[in-house]
């Protein structure tokens, strides 16, 4: 067990609609950092946070966007959605060198 | 250009073998940490071992070794000893600026492996 806790695990939703995922990150880490992992494009960075303030984005749609809250917890919020947006959702945390990586949300849109 | 290259799509050991898996990597800066992660079939990232660009020994962790070669920009792990738990795939991935509060991990697109009795 990481520490890193996300939800749901599972999310199966339409095109066109919004969803948003959480993520706890382990205690005392201020970064949170969201992936996505689909078939063609692999592992890739989207954004991350670092106590409250967007720090760095990757790859991230602007159908797509994210917060992180006083409490640490942060969500990451997709619109608009498409097929291709089907992929598993990771969050990590970390304080030093490491990301620890929470269980991910596997989203399906139909 | 790919900054993180597994060249191996799928590697096959039997079981208490030794299996090297390969990863290089591009980068211009000088500070930059060099980590694998093992994912198993229900999904999750367990990280493995971490090398930084200034340590002077190879990283170790129980049957996990990286064989880190700086000139050659390749960090490829080492599991001695291959259990059939870990059948799994396995990314390499690179932090740049690895002194910097956060950085993001750029991954590369990973090696299944498969380990028979």
């Known amino acids: 067990d990481s520490g890193v806790t996300q939800t749901p695990k599972h999310l199966i939703t339409a095109t066109g609609q919004r969803v948003t995922l959480r993520c706890s990150p382990r205690?005392?880490?201020?970064?949170v950092y969201w992936y996505q992992q689909s078939l063609d494009q692999g592992l890739q960075f989207l954004i991350q946070?670092?106590?409250?303030?967007?720090?760095a984005k990757g790859n991230i749609l602007e159908r797509f966007s994210a917060q992180q809250f006083p409490d640490l917890h942060s969500e990451l919020n997709l619109s608009s959605l498409e097929l291709g947006d089907s992929a598993l959702y990771f969050c990590?945390?970390?304080?030093?060198?490491?990301?620890?990586f929470g269980p991910g949300t596997r989203l399906t849109v139909t | 250009a790919q900054k993180i290259t597994q060249t191996q799509p799928g590697m096959f050991v039997q079981e208490k073998e030794a299996v090297t898996l390969d990863c290089t990597y591009d980068?211009?800066?000088?500070?930059?940490?060099l980590f694998w992660y093992k994912q198993p079939s229900s999904g999750e990232m367990i990280f493995l071992i971490y090398?930084?660009?200034?340590?002077?020994q190879n990283a170790t962790e129980g049957r996990y070794s990286l064989n880190f070669q700086k000139a050659r920009k390749s960090a490829n792990l080492v599991i001695s000893a291959s259990q059939l738990g870990d059948s799994a795939m396995y990314f390499c991935?690179?932090?740049?600026?690895?002194?910097?509060?956060?950085?993001?991990?750029?991954f590369g697109k990973g090696t299944t492996l498969s380990v028979s009795s």
């Open positions: 090398q930084g660009s200034y340590d002077q």
């Open positions: 946070y670092y106590n409250g303030e967007e720090r």
């Open positions: 991935a690179m932090r740049e600026g690895i002194n910097q509060a956060g950085t993001a991990l750029i």
């Open positions: 980068t211009s800066d000088p500070s930059y940490g």
């Open positions: 205690s005392g880490d201020l970064s």
């Open positions: 990590a945390s970390g304080q030093g060198t490491e990301q620890y």
